[in-house]
């Protein structure tokens, strides 16, 4: 039989004949799942964007639209299907623009705004196809739930004292307006929030009645602050320019904030557990049964009778004259609010009397073994980095080092064999 | 003789038909000349080639893969042109568009990504063979300086097309990459500030790397890659290939361009074509997020062919590691073949029988000594914490600068006293360790760097770049 043998001009125009049928192959295969390649890329796009618009909307949208796009008090609701079938077009113009005579500011930075048009796409992907229940857990867990409601109740003793005074109606009108429409942003009893000024104040009380009722008609361009000409009347203006000026004559907590638990996810209520056992357990007991230092915590005495915002505040300020110590210097609103979240989690099963524990050694101790920080810290110094670095020889690094200096040695021991048997390429003369 | 087809066949058809046929064999001189002005590939290759410098294992194609590849980028970039604009955040947005909304314009990216980082390491190992060929010696030298033009060139082609993606791998790459120009003495600054058109990477930089990208580099690169080739052709074509025990000119019997060159270069080049293509199908390019000044990545790396550049940034100070050194490198690159001139061994591999094992022996102290100094350097050596006192840039910079130097002359004197190796094996065996320790810089840079530029294993380090 004859040996079948190929030439390597053979092989070669034989090589090439494979590499042009592939491409003509490829090409044609690949086109037939481009439609489906394209709704796929589009798709994995519309996720990415989605996930930042709902960063976004937590930064931006949910201290007026709410944790889900619910709409608070005056504002519209986000997650309505009116909303969503809008086109595109109109939503992006309302955001980017604003709308005139609300509270909707202009969100594009041509126009004052913090948004560029991408992002603004984003936020019109969000509406149009976002998943509110998702939106409402990263707000929560960005720490970026509203602290004040948009709509609170006045005082009902308090208003009427208020009426009793003379020309008390209109304050009193005045009053309820305010809990009605600005607390939102203005704060309860009208000291401030990190959104708008305080309104209870004398520099406020000092301006003249005109400058104080065109602010309130026009607003404030380049703020949050909105024209309030369309949806107020004349006599709803006259009534909140009434109590901003006449502010000193109205009792504090005439406008409360009201009890609104804090918001959880699954997330928060871990790092509330997470914090709770390093920061708090030392003293109020593992399991918050409360120890010789410090009172019990999981008695439904406790969580009945103190609202959320009563314990963020404990835990924010301290208690002064105790050992409580004020956390708002070591812990952020969102870890705060997710211990707090975590305290309420026990209210169901709470004991009506709680059996406290003793802890031994001080708090602080503990506390520097279990918080990261001290390990951390740590890390910067070179001693740490090189012993860390050597900690974390494992199989995988001694194969690398082993193969790369086995290789290198290798290398170097044959090329020094082969040198060593060859001859000089130009011998040195005089020598043999 | 007249051939002049009949009036009746006159028709455009029959025009064509008689244009486009294979040419008679041409019997006299004059109409030969006439073959060869007519012909596109005689004009780039002469009519006979030696049969030896068609060896595969000779050249590898490696020159001739460097055009195929200019040329895929010319035609993918025409394209991705057509689907961009050079202005942030619609660079981006054009894009991710390009991805999701164009017929074949992931692909079309994807192939213009791949074949530009091929071009690198295609356009590197094309030196390193002309290099270890002795190929620009006698007559040649001008083409070698050609060369090393082309590669920077094509470097700043591909830096200038890192930005325009405008996604944050771009941003804060380019960032980093053109901060190290700012380490020029004097004009550093002045010139950070003219390739970026302001303090910082923006719509201005966007602008100017764009044109760049699209308008002067491949202008440049058109015009010194015609008299690359031209002088190719003018040097007596590439040099032949000879054994090392073989003296004097190598001899080789000379056979037709058309068809034994011509075949092989395009089997090469539809070799290579399927694999690039296969390739842009099945891994697609990075994109990163829209590129946000207000977030940088931990660590935040320069393009990675700069890796080995960034990495000697964090062992010698920035005006030894950023501008002496490449200085001193690209110098070195442009007079070798000034100073290595044996005739005798051009076409030789590694120069001889000794040269092959010298080189192997300089690769495998480099791999050895490279990753070694490195570590010693991270963990061990402080030297602006013992010459406390002393400016950084004598400190950090010439100490480290002067022990590496005598480093290189001890490892100098050594090969010589131990092997007795000639001038042009000690050039040699220096080239091989000097560019193998580059490259395992650069590989320790990519996948040795962690957050904040700290060692670690790429296994741990994180997805974040």
Not at chain 1, 159 to 176: F, N, R, S
Not at chain 2, 315 to 321: A, Y
Not at chain 2, 381 to 408: C, K
């Amino acid at each position: 039989m004859k040996k079948f043998t190929l030439s390597l001009n053979q092989i070669e125009i034989l090589v090439g004949i494979i590499a042009t049928a592939l491409i003509v192959l490829s090409i044609p295969l690949y086109a037939v799942n481009e439609a489906a390649r394209l709704e796929s890329a589009k798709a994995a796009q519309l996720g990415l964007d989605l996930d930042d618009a709902m960063s976004l909307y937590a930064e931006n949208c949910s201290v007026c639209h709410g944790l889900a796009g619910e709409g608070i008090g005056a504002t519209p609701p986000l997650n309505n299907p009116a909303l969503q079938s809008m086109d595109a077009g109109s939503l992006t113009k309302t955001i980017s623009r604003g709308l005139y005579g609300t509270a909707m500011p202009a969100w594009q930075i041509e126009d004052g705004g913090s948004l560029n048009d991408y992002q603004i796409s984003q936020m019109v992907d969000l509406i149009q196809a976002g998943n509110w229940q998702e939106t409402q857990d990263r707000v929560v867990n960005l720490g970026l739930a509203p602290q004040v409601p948009f709509t609170t109740q006045p005082d009902a003793t308090i208003l009427a004292a208020i009426k009793a005074q003379a020309d008390g109606e209109i304050l009193a009108a005045g009053v309820t307006l305010f809990a009605e429409q600005c607390v939102a942003c203005h704060g309860a009893d009208g000291l401030g929030t990190s959104l708008a000024p305080a309104l209870n104040d004398p520099t406020v009380r000092a301006k003249t009645p005109a400058e104080l009722e065109r602010t309130i008609r026009l607003g404030v361009p380049g703020t949050l602050m909105a024209g309030w000409e369309k949806s107020l009347d004349d006599t709803q203006i006259a009534a909140a320019l009434a109590l901003i000026t006449r502010w000193e004559s109205v009792p504090a907590g005439a406008i409360p904030a009201p009890n609104r638990p804090v918001p959880v996810t699954e997330e928060s209520l871990a790092l509330g557990a997470d914090l709770f056992a390093a920061s708090c357990s030392n003293c109020h007991g593992p399991e918050g049964q409360g120890s010789q230092r410090a009172p019990a915590l999981n008695v439904r005495s406790f969580l009945t009778n103190t609202t959320d915002q009563a314990i963020q505040q404990i835990v924010t300020l301290g208690v002064p004259g105790t050992s409580m110590p004020a956390w708002g210097d070591r812990l952020t609103d969102t870890e705060i609010q997710a211990i707090v979240g975590f305290l309420r989690s026990w209210e169901e099963s709470a004991p009506e009397v709680a059996t406290p524990t003793r802890v031994q050694g001080p708090w602080w101790r503990g506390n520097a073994a279990q918080t990261g920080h001290t390990q951390a810290s740590n890390q910067n110094t070179p001693w740490a980095q090189t012993t860390s670095w050597v900690q974390s020889l494992d199989w995988r690094a001694a194969v690398l080092i082993l193969s790369v200096a086995g290789l290198a040695l290798a290398m170097i021991l044959f090329a020094g064999y082969k040198l060593k048997r060859l001859a000089p390429s130009n011998p040195v003369m005089g020598e043999k | 003789m007249d051939k002049t087809p009949p009036l009746a066949n006159n028709t455009p058809l029959d025009r064509m038909r008689q244009r486009l046929a294979p040419p008679e064999y041409p019997h006299d001189d004059r109409s030969r000349m006439r073959m060869v002005m007519d012909s596109l590939i005689l004009h780039l290759h002469p009519s006979k080639v030696p049969e030896r410098t068609l060896t595969w294992t000779y050249t590898w194609g490696l020159g001739g893969l460097a055009g195929l590849l200019t040329m895929i980028l010319a035609i993918t970039g025409v394209f991705l042109q057509m689907n961009y604009t050079p202005a942030p955040p619609q660079a981006y947005l054009d894009v991710l568009a390009l991805r999701s909304n164009t017929w074949f314009g992931d692909a079309l990216r994807n192939l213009h990504h791949w074949s530009a980082n091929l071009l690198i390491v295609v356009s590197l190992l094309h030196l390193l063979r002309v290099f270890f060929t002795g190929g620009y010696r006698r007559g040649r030298e001008l083409n070698w300086l050609l060369g090393l033009g082309m590669l920077l060139l094509v470097l700043g082609a591909n830096f200038t097309g890192y930005l325009l993606p405008w996604d944050q791998l771009a941003f804060w790459a380019i960032t980093v990459g053109t901060s190290i120009v700012s380490y020029i003495p004097l004009i550093g600054d002045f010139l950070n500030r003219l390739l970026l058109g302001g303090p910082e990477v923006g719509a201005a930089t966007l602008l100017n790397f764009y044109a760049l990208h699209i308008s002067f580099i491949p202008i440049m690169v058109v015009i010194l890659m015609s008299y690359h080739f031209w002088r190719v052709r003018k040097d007596g074509g590439l040099t032949v290939p000879k054994s090392p025990e073989e003296k004097g000119e190598p001899k080789s019997e000379r056979v037709t361009t058309i068809p034994h060159l011509v075949r092989r270069e395009l089997v090469w080049a539809m070799i290579w074509l399927a694999i690039l293509i296969l390739w842009a199908m099945l891994v697609p390019a990075p994109l990163e997020g829209i590129a946000n000044p207000l977030v940088s990545p931990n660590p935040a790396k320069a393009p990675w062919y700069f890796m080995g550049l960034q990495e000697m940034l964090l062992h010698f100070h920035p005006l030894v590691g950023a501008v002496i050194i490449p200085i001193l490198g690209l110098g070195t690159l442009a007079i070798l073949p000034f100073i290595d001139i044996n005739p005798e061994t051009i076409g030789v591999y590694f120069r001889s029988r000794r040269g092959q094992a010298l080189a192997l022996l300089a690769a495998g102290l480099g791999l050895l000594i490279t990753p070694a100094w490195v570590l010693l350097d991270e963990f061990v050596l402080d030297w602006p914490a013992w010459l406390s006192g002393w400016p950084t840039f004598i400190s950090n910079g010439l100490v480290p600068l002067a022990i590496v130097l005598l480093g290189l002359f001890a490892l100098d004197e050594g090969i010589q006293r131990l092997f007795r190796a000639d001038a042009e094996e000690r050039t040699l065996f220096l080239f091989v360790f000097l560019f193998s320790a580059l490259i395992v810089l650069t590989l320790i840079g990519i996948f040795f760097r962690g957050a904040g530029m700290a060692l670690v294993w790429p296994w741990e380090l994180t997805a974040g770049h």
